[in-house]
């Protein structure tokens, strides 16, 4: 009983988590975070300087499709415990207003397709098909909630942050029409702040001013979930050039330094979560990517993030301490489009 109820808060905490996946990711520690801090020590290269910032044209949508495939493996007690996901998110950003430095920037989602396995107990759920198998189940429901939300992002080009999001309340109280005992997990998870954070890197990566080859530079966040923990993320990108000699694409490296920090009580209750998170250590192996500018239209036309994730992490159910060995592989991939995606209009 008390495994069941980990591995369903667990696979709660990660479709919440996929809504956050550009900000979270881990750097490891040791050698690898030398070589990042050596590298940062690097003179600035030479060769031609081009503009890295992004280009808005009001009224003018964009698409954006986020696929991710997550390979996680877990030893809870004597219990082996492996789970697979692949999630795609389809989004719009929609350029509504521009004064000064600042853009408010429509965000819809508009397309999610799931697919868990659990111990070989399949979940599905795919928005673009009329006609959804297995879908009448709470999970389900709650995939459905999520197609057709809302935000409204303001946007600071200069500061290069996300200051204001509006929509936050109706997209709480839309997810939890499918499921009410989620509501005060989710008021804990999505507050106003956290919205803002996972909004944030999709803009905020280009460094808006010129920059030449083998030149760096850097991007903080701060991403508290409440009852899952705190996530501080260090970026430190490189434009690496031109993708190849002939192409139009400019190529940036990414590198990520990630500190976690386990919820205190102090951060109030567990929400809904069947379990609370005591301690954490989790470190990754490999947690790096890359992204593909194009100068004309200014826009990341592709990014790719890898990440490795091993760690332990102790977990309190009912008042008993559990172990939990984690392992996990994450591949996403974010590629953009001037035009909506032909699998959204099959349904």
Known sequence: MLLRRLVAGLLALGLLACLAAPAVVAQDKGKDKDKKEEKKEEPKGGGDKIPLKWKFEK????????????????????????????QTFYFSYTPKDN???????????????MSIDIGNQKIEYDSTKEK?????????????????????????????????IEGRKEFVDNLTKANPQMKPLLEQILTEEALKQMAEPTFAALPGGEKAPKET??????LNMGPIGKYDNEYTYTYEGPESKDSKLQKISVDTKLTYTP???????????????????????????????NPETGRIERTEMNLELAGKLNIEIGGQGTDVELNQTQKSTIISSDKKFPELDKK
């Open 217 to 222: 530079w850097n991007k903080k966040t701060s």
């Open 59 to 86: 009224d003018k949508t964009f698409y954006q499709k986020m696929d991710t495939d997550t390979d996680q493996k877990m030893k809870v007690g004597s219990n082996d415990v492996s789970q697979k996901q692949k």
């Open 99 to 113: 004064k000064g430095d600042e853009w408010t920037i429509e965000q819809k989602i508009e397309g999610v397709v």
């Open 132 to 164: 959804q198998e297995g879908a009448n189940n709470p999970l389900g429901e709650f995939f459905k909630a999520l197609v057709g939300s809302k935000f409204t992002i303001t946007y600071d080009k200069k500061k290069r942050e996300v200051t204001k």
């Open 263 to 293: 919820p205190t009580d102090a951060a109030g209750s567990q929400g809904n979560l069947p379990f609370k998170i005591k301690t954490a250590d989790l470190q990754s192996k490999k947690a790096n990517g890359t992204m593909l500018f």
